[in-house]
């Protein structure tokens, strides 16, 4: 709407400018003249005033009913002061020479710019709340009498039965009735891992069943269930974290009250002294240019370009008031896994019983673990690649199967060969052997997932799966603590796993064990602290803790969900990104502030000279004169803003790595059997 109203406002304003006997005089050209050219300025300026000055009119009147004078207000009573002594002085009403038709054409049409690239800037692609809608299927299979109807999961019911197929979305939160299956519920934890649920375990509505078909008694429906719960979370987050006002608000409302106070001096004054006509030129002059030009522009170009300049840094700003309020950030709240960590496992640690060798307990693993698609075989089976004696073992697999949950099962060389994590230990009775314990016993001290080899009922080895710390993750640790920014950790996973993340990364505060509906609670938790919090996270159930935050930034890979919910999306997965929001958020308000200077310092200057106050010394502002004074502020001010374009936005110059850690660290993945 503002573009349209802007690029017809522009059209319409060249002819105005070209016939205004004002801009003329000033230029040294004689007008056009032909029948009619005299009216070009004041029909042309109504319909600019009409059509491209409506939304200001509109907004300048909710601002005075709401009794909350703004930008809006600022602009609606310049633009109808000016068109009314425009219209005035073209009818010869009074003989005055106020004739603003040019600059109420200008007028409008760089307000409409400024609204205009304030909301492209602004604009989110769609809402967290449809984002989340979208996660839920439209149909469910609901079991009656032994087969199966497809139903809308509207007209499910608690303790419906539905069927859950293979690759299928639970409709609905429930109880596994009949079968067991592991469910992909990144939607909900952003956690990459599959989990497994068995019968009598709950599940989620909109999560998924990636490998077997299940039998699901429907606990909740519609706005009882967990996804809702999120939703009604997110809802409340977005409209506590929208009230803030913007700065060029806060510096037009008092603008307003300056303009409209040095308006009515003005007109008592000159009244008083006994010239009533210099009292209505001098009021409508200063009304006219304290309308601010440059004040219009100052903050949204600098948004404009702000996001330009992030976009190209990898940075994607969706929340105005994010960029206002990451330079004031105490702590940042970083999501674990797949934010801090890959969300990747890798094979970290090997042990062999005696008489079996490093490369053959490797070989024999991933040999039967290559046709398994589960994250923890493909670092195995990747494990044994990089091993010099595994890599040279061509051995292949036959008959392979897996339990969801325990392992899996293989025939190599002949031999029986299980891999497997504590569930599998516990169904064979199979107890680890002495000369392994020590070290598995480590491994699962620090939080390590735990998988054993066994061949033909015989433990022959163990290996750890841990996930992998992101090698960008201390750096920016470290850079974000170096300027006085705590940083925090919050997981879901077990207490010893989040602390041998945290003391390996020299994190300030680990929230451990925290349940996917309580990361907005640990928000607000720090808030009542007095800090002001930016959230990273990835997931869903990120989304309400985002939200809540003063500024949440969602990692780009991660759920729609998240990223609709976060006022700052990063295109990578570089956690140091957060430093290029920092170092934008600084520089952008420098530039904020330097531009309402200039633009305030013209308001300042120019509307006691409009005013008047200098006449007894025979210095008097003309109304064409304080027009070039408001053109030559709005220039400084454009000028300024481009000043952005040369500040540095690479992560890797904020925030370098050290050779070493280009070397991935691995750190304690929750669980990480299969």
């Known amino acids: 709407m503002f573009r349209d109203r802007f690029w017809w406002s522009l059209i319409l304003s060249i002819p105005v400018v070209i016939f205004s006997p004002m801009v003329a005089h000033l230029l040294g050209y004689h007008l056009p003249a032909f029948p009619g050219s005299t009216w070009i300025p004041p029909v042309l300026g109504t319909i600019i005033f009409v059509y491209g000055g409506t939304p200001f009119l509109k907004g300048g009147w909710t601002e005075l009913k709401s009794r909350q004078p703004g930008m809006m207000l600022l602009i609606a009573m310049a633009i109808t002061v000016a068109f009314v002594a425009s219209w005035v002085t073209t009818l010869g009403l009074g003989g005055f020479d106020l004739d603003f038709w040019w600059e109420l054409a200008l007028l409008v049409t760089i307000m409409l710019l400024g609204h205009w690239l304030e909301m492209r800037a602004l604009g989110a692609a769609s809402s967290a709340l449809d984002a989340l809608a979208a996660l839920l299927p439209d ?22 039965v539905v ?37 009598g375990d709950k599940v989620v509505a909109g999560t998924v069943a990636t490998d077997n078909t299940v039998r699901i008694r429907v606990e909740a429906t519609g706005g009882d269930t967990t996804l809702a719960g999120i939703q009604r979370m997110v809802a409340d987050a977005q409209e506590s974290s929208s009230r803030a006002q913007a700065l060029a608000d806060r510096a037009a409302a008092l603008l307003f009250w300056f303009a409209l106070i040095s308006a009515l001096i003005t007109a008592v004054v000159w009244t008083i002294i006994g010239s009533p006509d210099d009292a209505v030129v001098r009021t ?7 309308c601010p030009h440059a004040l219009g522009l100052a903050i949204p170009l600098v948004i404009a370009i702000s996001t330009e300049r992030a976009a190209k840094s990898g940075v994607l700003i969706k929340d105005r008031m994010a960029l206002e309020r990451m330079r004031t950030i105490d702590v940042v709240l970083f999501d674990k896994t797949g934010t801090l960590t890959k969300g990747e496992h890798a094979v970290t640690g090997v042990a062999a019983a005696v008489g079996v060798t490093e490369g053959e307990l490797l070989a024999l693993a991933a040999a039967a673990e290559a046709d398994s698609e589960h994250p923890v075989a493909r670092a195995i ?18 008959g392979f199967s897996a339990a969801s949950g325990r392992g899996v099962r293989a025939t190599v060389d002949g031999a029986e060969i299980l891999v497997g994590g504590p569930n599998m230990l516990r169904e064979f009775n199979l107890t680890t052997p002495a000369e392994l314990t020590d070290t598995t016993s480590a491994w699962t001290g620090r939080g390590a ?32 603590q170096d300027r006085g920014v705590k940083v925090a950790m919050i997981t879901g996973d077990a207490q010893q796993v989040a602390q041998a993340v945290g003391q390996d990364l020299g994190i300030d505060e680990v929230f451990a064990e925290v349940l996917p509906q309580d990361k907005d609670t640990k928000v607000t938790q720090l808030q009542e602290r007095g800090l002001s919090v930016a959230m990273v996270g990835d997931g869903v159930n990120d989304a309400p803790a985002l939200a809540r935050a003063e500024v949440g930034i969602a990692i780009g890979a991660g759920t729609d969900v ?36 200039w633009a305030s310092g013209y308001n300042i200057v120019a509307v006691p000279l409009a005013a008047g106050v200098l006449t007894p010394i025979g210095i008097l502002l003309p109304p064409a004169a304080a027009a070039i004074l408001m053109s030559l502020s709005t220039i400084i001010v454009a000028l300024n803003a481009q000043l952005l374009r040369r500040i ?27």
Request: net charge negative.
């Open 562 to 597: 998240a990223m609709e919910s976060a006022g700052v999306v990063l295109a990578s997965d570089d956690p140091r990104a957060v430093l290029s929001m920092i170092e934008l958020s600084q520089a952008s308000y420098r530039k904020m502030i330097q531009n309402l200077i």
């Open 163 to 199: 069927l859950v197929r293979a690759g299928a979305r639970v409709p609905a939160d429930g109880t596994i009735l009949d079968g067991a299956a592991e469910f992909d519920e990144a939607m909900i934890t952003g956690e990459s891992r599959p989990v497994f649920r068995d019968t």
């Open 648 to 674: 540095d936005l690479d992560p890797t110059h904020l925030a370098p790595t050290s050779p070493k850690e280009e070397h991935t660290t691995p750190t304690p993945a929750s669980t990480a059997v299969h």
């Open 381 to 398: 089976v990747a494990a044994a690649a990089a091993h010099p004696e595994a890599s040279r073992r061509q051995i292949r697999a036959t």
């Open 449 to 480: 997932g735990v998988l054993h080899i066994v061949r033909d009922g015989q433990i022959i080895g163990a290996v750890a799966v841990e996930d992998k710390i992101r090698p960008e993750s201390r750096a920016a640790v470290k850079a974000l």
């Open 284 to 290: 409508v002059t200063v009304l006219v240019i304290a």
């Open 139 to 160: 149909e469910a299979e609901k079991v009656i009498d032994g087969t199966t109807r497809t139903v809308a999961i509207s007209e499910l019911v608690v303790d419906d």
